[in-house]
């Protein structure tokens, strides 16, 4: 099944037209840059725009980056306040004229690390944790999601983790990866405590930089890095589309 995949980020908005049963890109890759206000009718103008560009009549699926019940933004997260409390799913529907799936911007990358990455056939509890500008998490058990954990909120001196330990902190603070790897390990032993996982499973830009600071994480839960890059927002978010996920 074909399905247009779109994964909307704090600077760029990407679809692509995807073979959900493969994981594979039928297209190449459309890239806008996310305007600037981000209000709702600027992003769904975007995405029309995307919609477009790809002469697309399908089904659409759409990665997403806040929180969401049903369509529905609970925050505004990092795009724009107004997002809060706005039913985009339908907005993005009134502007194209196709029915549209959301997803956590995580989650959707979770999705497509389940299906065709490292998460591919596992069972029992599995945490997807991306780490980038933020901490991302998708939460799976017996390759089910569990929606919306958003596990980079959990809160360390007052703040969220994400301001203490995401990989953007790393660099920011021209951290060592021994130095990170001891924040990060704080984090982990939380999740540890709070879920326990069986498997954990590192995405986002510090994935492929797994064996510099996995020595400083002290947990019994296996930790393997995600095989999906740069696509995985794109993919999971038509395999949501695709399998009918709100």
């Not at 790393?170 to 990866?177: C, H, I, P, V």
Request: proline share 4%.
């Amino acid at each position: 099944m074909e399905v247009l995949g779109i994964d909307i980020g704090g600077t760029g908005i990407k679809g692509a037209i995807v073979d959900t049963l493969t994981g594979e890109l039928v297209t190449e890759r459309f890239r806008i840059d996310t305007p600037k206000p981000a209000k709702p009718e600027a992003i769904a103008e975007t995405i029309k725009n995307i919609v477009d560009h790809f002469n697309w009549k399908g089904i659409v699926g759409c990665g997403f980056p806040t929180p969401l019940s049903h369509g529905k933004c609970l925050s505004g997260s990092n795009l724009h306040p107004s997002l809060k409390g706005v039913q985009i799913d339908d907005l993005f529907k009134k502007k194209t004229g196709l029915d549209f799936t959301l997803v956590n911007d995580a989650d959707a990358a979770a999705e497509a690390e389940m299906h065709f990455g490292a998460g591919k056939g596992k069972q029992g509890l599995v945490a997807v944790i991306t780490l980038g500008t933020g901490i991302g998490s998708g939460l799976f058990f017996n390759g089910k999601l569990i929606p919306n954990t958003e596990l980079g909120h959990l809160t360390y001196k007052n703040e969220a983790f994400e301001k203490y330990a995401a990989y953007s902190i790393k660099r920011s603070e021209n951290l060592s990866y021994s130095r990170w790897g001891k924040r990060l390990n704080k984090y982990f032993q939380h999740i540890n405590l709070i879920l326990p996982p069986d498997l954990i499973i590192i995405g986002g830009g510090a994935s492929k930089k797994l064996h510099k600071y996995k020595d400083q994480i002290d947990i019994e839960t296996p930790i393997i890095p995600a095989e999906n890059k740069n696509e995985a927002g794109i993919i999971g978010a038509a395999i949501a589309a695709a399998e009918g996920i709100k």
